[in-house]
């Protein structure tokens, strides 16, 4: 082990003894990943995603079982949300927030965190922020954040649409900047395209006090992806995937319209992907054609949600074993 990943602030912020974050991926990032994650000396957040309070609990009680023996690792789970939405709903946040055990860090993602945020700190858990544009930045921080997380448009799921958005080599080391400057006492991860060892250590050469993780962690043992979805994932190179609101509007789901979402370009994606207008007119056929491919798990229908990264994906692993290899990878860059 690099003294340079385990010292870093982040790591020594949350215990942790490599530098990673698991994603808090919607639907993916249950309580066995979040668990294993946490065993293996990184932050585990669950995929609180939209909200669904029972979903959640489930998960996180799943989590909270799993680390009940090991205190070291249970004060390493926390969970994520999706700012827009608790903003609708937030109850599964307030059962997280409200659990014995406080969560390690709550994260939001996409919208303004000021209001949740007052909440979250005053509670005294570490917020984490994930951020698209340096426009962001001094309202995450001015909200509370102890963590930042740029977030580039490599990364599989949502995140900023490209016109905007920014790809992750050139914004973490101009956050890093800002925050030396602005936010000494922030941390920065870097997010998007961060999927071997390589990726930990430029990430941390750029700036980064560690990176967040979610495609390779999104192919494992422990998620809660299907199977044949991962082995799409490993099949797949980084040249398969595409940024695009066709999957958002084929889930009905309501995203703010500065974001879309990278997934795999199969053919219902490439069916649509120029002709998003005429879909949001008149989407049922289509929708329906979606969900069929969901239900048989076809997936020249069916979304596979992974990012860039995905071309870096050669087999699905434990995620003991992924953080172990990138943690190994990385350490050798800094001896
Ligand atoms: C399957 C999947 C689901 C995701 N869901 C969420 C989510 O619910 N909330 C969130 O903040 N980010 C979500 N993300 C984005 C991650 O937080 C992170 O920015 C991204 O995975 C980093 O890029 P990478 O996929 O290249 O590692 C998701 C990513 C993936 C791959």
Known sequence: MSDRLANSPFAKRFGLTTPIALAPMALASGGELAAACAKAGALGLIGGGYGDPGWTQ????????????????????GCGFITWRMKEDRSALDYVLDRERPPAAIMLSFGDPSELARDIVARGVPLICQIQTMAQLPQAVDAGASV??????????????SAQGRSTFTFVPEIADWLAAHAP????????GVADGRGLAAAMTLGADGALIGSRLWATQESLAADAAIAEAVQAGGDDTARSGVFDILREKNWPAEYDFRALRNALHRKWENRLDELRADPEAAIADYK??????DYSRAHVTVGEGTGLISENASATQVIEAITYQAGNFFR
């Not at 489930?58 to 789970?77: D, H, K, N, V």
């Not at 740029?150 to 799921?157: D, F, I, L, P």
């Not at 006492?185 to 998007?192: E, M, T």
């Not at 069929?292 to 798990?297: C, F, N, R, Y």
């Open 58 to 77: 489930r998960e996180y009680g799943i989590a909270a079982q799993a680390l009940s023996t090991q205190p070291e690792a249970a004060a390493q789970l």
């Open 148 to 161: 930042i997380v740029g977030q580039g448009v490599e990364a599989g799921g949502h995140g900023m649409k």
């Open 185 to 192: 006492h922030v941390d920065l991860l870097a997010a998007g």
């Open 292 to 297: 069929a491919g969901v239900a048989a798990q």
